[in-house]
């Protein structure tokens, strides 16, 4: 990563990559009933 990465944008993609992960989890369970 360049240094001119700001923190806030580094928040922002893994608080996607939760979400992304949480919906998969979600449609994962939602199968398995």
Partial sequence: MNK???PAEAI????QGK???S???YIIS???E
């Fill in 4 to 6: 001119e990465t700001r």
């Fill in 12 to 15: 922002k993609i893994k608080n």
């Fill in 23 to 25: 919906a998969l989890d």
């Fill in 19 to 21: 979400r992304f992960w």
């Fill in 30 to 32: 939602s199968f398995r």
